[in-house]
């Protein structure tokens, strides 16, 4: 994917050459082959035009036709990659099919070059991902910092120590540089990835695939999902309901076969108005585009329909219909009835609609068709010529959870000629249109789609979709999943922006349920009046805002102090543009939320990359654009993801924790030894630290996530007071544990205490060495099956089997060595450990009971933290007014105000454009 490059022919100077792509430079005119081509830069199109495969940046697998830049008279908009990225050839996608007009080249300039371009800005975000700023990380940095002010601290101790017992100059430097590796392990951030790459592995079967490991973690805090809806909550293909066409002003009533529509505009527009192409003799495009052209019974042709390796000449696209009565005009000549696609206006997210000028064989002169969405359609097209229903009509139909699309048309001068055509800006195509009806599709929900929003719901976790659909129809699909209960209110929330003369303004109404008839209906919402003497449900009742993309451009600008509440109640975000979803998503992440988003196009991409968690349904190459891409076609993968990221960060705690208290140990025990010039032996050492240690560490990851989400999120904090109490008072059970162990020894009356020698390698072998060793090194078994806690985030330690057995192979064989036979004189030659028993049985018990009170202390302090009224209790104490989460505040705030929202009242802001 990163590396690639080919031999490319470009014109400098009016001289053609073949030059290796990675000599391009920006300016270069890059001549495009005629057999297709990866490109190896970003380039702007300014002849001919192109059908690219650009699944590997946006993952959408549905060829886009691109087409030259325009160049309208007195235009200073400056070229940008993405508002004209229909005319930008992006890196790395693959040019299918190249057609040019009469004897011109098909031609692009080199606007980008390596990372530079949209493909390296990719894989630059792969290497060098977006600090996401998790406070885990945070604070274990400044975990280690405590870690190193206690390494100093013993650096201080040790020094004055083996001074006072005479030891060598050589002997003090090392053993206090040993300190520091003691007290901070080098191994803590290899033992913490541990449980994040068994979280990968795991969701890599599940067929979830991760680039981005660090974000495993984030999805243990996520407290909000997004959701596109086509495609993510609804299937991806569309059923084609019917049409429902104009007579004298007013809608007629639904046609389910649109073959049999009379042969005029209405027909044409659905036969032509399409990006549609044929790519090895099956007609390929957009699955809408596809659904409408199918409709019509008619017959697509073009050239090179028959010979996918042939690109020439620019032919218009043909379409024309097969039954012979619509064949032939009724005129004398008799001419075959074939409409030519001249140009297209390729579809835009930003601008809702698409648009082609065609020609009519025989006519005299060409007609503008578009189609898009309904209310933007509404607004292009002549005021006489939108029906008065168009509002009731359109709610009717999208309150179903139906997609609407809105058809238009307009004849064009005959001095239009077609080179004019072909210079001829957008936006002087499309307006004064003539409103023509609606296409009707059925978008069914996918089976699994409720199941996991009320799973999701019933862990606590928001759910918020975000499309570019009509609203009404994504507050059905919303209520049909189980986003919005049956019973809650939807607050559609309408804002208009500032005018000379007036301010900006938002108006507040209720949704209103298909069953109510007779309703008045004033710009595509019910009036205002229908709502004066209704009320807003008391606080405790949940209710939802509805917003477009239009009013949440409005509010963002204009209504700052509102903003937050729009986005704390909203939970149908409809008609947003792909960087609008963007904006949502990060907006959320200013509020404290733990932000996940799921989608499967290109209009998605942003938001994607932006949530704390992008997940991507689309299993093409664009994958790179979402740090988490899964094969299966339905969110049924968001549980999966979460849950795998609760079990990966309480891992990560737990070995966090492990490998301070780990350190913590073998810290005291080096203090302790210190004192009596002694220290740890090379192999006890060895022992404790790849045997217990790293044994432990790789497998404590090893618990799988448990089956169920529960309400309750992990901590994500390692200052928080949970978990500094139970750290603080795990070192102070392992700091009692050993010097009880230390100073019983010196109860017994076989005991003789050593006489440290200068040379501290003879000081090893002695009985209060054997018993720090001892105890230290149950003391790390201990921690670590404390600290491996199971539900409600992991599998139990007992179905971790390789860590159980690991831990009882453990503890038997440091019992061996507690109690170990004469006749096993190797472990004090090798461990250089003393032999206690079985001479001192008595003692040997005595360690062994230490070693169980310590056991069962561990345990408890960690079941007593993981208890409610644990934090009922520390409550009080940590005196906090107000919560750290934005979120919480706010929703807070909406509770305490009974009359807000104004329902059926007009809110204005401050400032006039």
Request: proline letters at 6%; one cysteine or more.
């Amino acid at each position: 994917m990163v590396a690639q490059n080919s031999i490319v022919t470009v014109q400098r100077s009016n001289v053609v050459s073949e030059i290796n792509s990675r000599e391009l430079v920006p300016g270069d005119l890059l001549l495009i082959p005629p057999n297709g081509c990866m490109m190896s830069c970003d380039a702007v199109l300014v002849a001919g035009n192109c059908i690219v495969n650009e699944s590997m940046l946006t993952g959408e697998s549905v060829p886009v036709t691109k087409t030259p830049l325009p160049n309208p008279p007195g235009c200073n908009i400056p070229y940008s990659p993405d508002v004209h990225k229909r005319h930008t050839l992006f890196c790395g996608t693959q040019l299918i099919q190249t057609r040019y007009y009469g004897g011109e080249k098909v031609c692009a300039i080199v606007s980008r070059t390596g990372f530079e371009t949209a493909k390296g800005e990719l894989v630059r975000s792969i290497l060098y991902p977006k600090n996401i700023g998790f406070k885990f990380y945070k604070d274990a940095i400044r975990f280690v910092m405590v870690l190193g002010c206690l390494a100093i601290v013993g650096l201080l101790y040790s020094i004055p120590v083996l001074l006072k017992n005479n030891a060598h100059v050589k002997d003090i430097i090392y053993k206090a540089l040993d300190v520091i590796t003691i007290a901070v392990p080098p191994a803590l951030p290899a033992a913490m990835t541990v449980g994040t790459i068994y979280a990968q592995s795991r969701l890599k079967k599940a067929g979830i695939f991760c680039i981005s490991p660090q974000r495993i973690n984030m999805c243990g805090k996520l407290k909000l999902i997004c959701f596109d809806k086509t495609g993510t909550l609804t299937e991806d293909g569309l059923d084609m309901l019917g049409v429902v066409p104009l007579q004298d002003d007013h809608f007629l009533p639904l046609i389910q076969h649109a073959d049999e529509l009379p042969r005029g505009p209405f027909l044409a527009c659905m036969a032509a108005c399409h990006s549609l192409t044929i790519i090895e003799g099956q007609i390929t495009g957009d699955p809408l585009d596809l659904k409408m052209f199918e409709a019509t019974k008619w017959i697509l042709e073009e050239q090179g329909q028959d010979d996918t390796t042939k690109y020439g000449n620019m032919m218009p696209t043909v379409v024309k219909p097969t039954t012979t009565e619509t064949y032939l005009q009724p005129n004398t000549e008799q001419l075959p009835y074939e409409i030519g696609i001249v140009r297209q206006f390729p579809f835009s997210s930003n601008l809702q609609r698409m648009s082609v000028i065609t020609r009519t064989l025989g006519a005299k002169n060409m007609d503008v068709y578009v189609k898009g969405a309904p209310e933007m359609i509404a607004s292009l097209c002549n005021k006489q010529t939108v029906p008065m229903d168009f509002h009731s009509t359109l709610q009717s139909y999208t309150q179903k959870g139906l997609r609407v699309i809105a058809l238009a048309w307009r004849p064009l001068s005959q001095k239009v000629s077609w080179r004019r055509i072909q210079k001829l800006p957008r936006s002087e195509v499309e307006n004064d249109l003539t409103f023509l009806g609606l296409l009707i599709l059925q978008n069914m929900l996918k089976p699994q789609s409720t199941q996991v929003i009320n799973q999701l719901r019933e862990a606590d976790i928001r759910t918020v979709m975000v499309t570019g659909d009509n609203m009404l129809t994504a507050i059905s699909v919303a209520r049909e999943c189980g986003m919005i209960d049956p019973n809650s209110s939807v607050v559609l929330v309408t804002a208009s922006p500032s005018s000379s003369t007036s301010p900006s303004t938002i108006e507040w109404s209720y949704d209103v349920p298909p069953q109510n008839k007779g309703m008045q209906i004033e710009n595509g919402f019910p009036k205002q009046n229908l709502y004066q003497n209704q009320k807003l449900p008391a606080p405790s009742t949940n209710f939802h805002f509805a917003i477009n993309g239009k009013s949440f451009a409005v509010i963002k600008n204009h209504f700052a102090d509102v903003m937050p509440k729009i986005i704390q109640k909203g939970t149908v975000f409809s008609r947003m543009s792909p960087d609008q979803k963007r904006q949502l998503v990060e907006a959320l992440q200013e509020l404290g939320y733990g932000v996940g988003m799921c989608g499967d196009g290109a209009n998605d991409c942003g938001a994607l990359k932006s949530a704390h968690a992008g997940i991507s349904l689309s299993e093409a190459e664009a994958s790179v654009a979402s740090p988490f891409t899964s094969s299966i076609p339905n969110i049924s993968c968001v549980p999966i993801v979460i849950r795998e990221g609760r079990a990966a960060l309480v891992t990560s705690f737990g070995v966090f924790k492990y490998m301070a208290l780990y350190s913590i140990i073998q810290f005291i025990s080096v203090m302790i030894l210190y004192w009596i010039n002694s220290n740890l032996g090379d192999f006890q050492f060895l022992y404790v630290d790849l045997v217990i240690t790293t044994t432990v560490a790789i497998l404590m990851g090893y618990n799988g996530a448990y089956t169920h989400l529960v309400k309750k999120r992990p901590p994500g904090s390692l200052v928080s007071p949970i978990i500094l109490i139970s750290i603080i008072l795990q070192i102070l059970v392992q700091i009692i544990g050993q010097t009880t162990a230390y100073f019983l020894l010196f109860t017994q009356d076989w005991f003789e205490p050593l006489h440290p020698s200068q040379d501290a390698d003879e000081n090893i072998l002695c009985p209060e060495n054997t018993v720090i060793f001892i105890v230290s090194s149950f003391q790390y078994i201990i921690v670590a099956a404390a600290f491996s806690r199971g539900p409600p985030y992991r599998t139990p330690i007992w179905q971790n089997v390789w860590f159980l057995i690991s831990l009882i192979v453990l503890c038997m064989y440091t019992a061996f060595m507690l109690f170990y036979p004469n006749y096993l004189s190797f472990l004090e030659s090798f461990f250089q450990v003393y032999q206690l028993g079985p001479d001192h049985m008595k003692f040997c018990w005595i360690i062994f009971t230490v070693i169980i009170v310590n056991a069962t202390l561990t345990f408890a302090i960690e079941w007593l933290m993981g208890k409610a009224f644990i934090k009922t209790f520390i409550k009080p104490c940590r005196k906090k007014n107000a919560s750290k989460n934005i979120y919480k505040r706010i929703e807070k705030e909406i509770m305490n105000d009974p009359d807000w929202p104004p329902i059926g009242q007009v809110t204005t802001s401050n400032c006039v454009s």
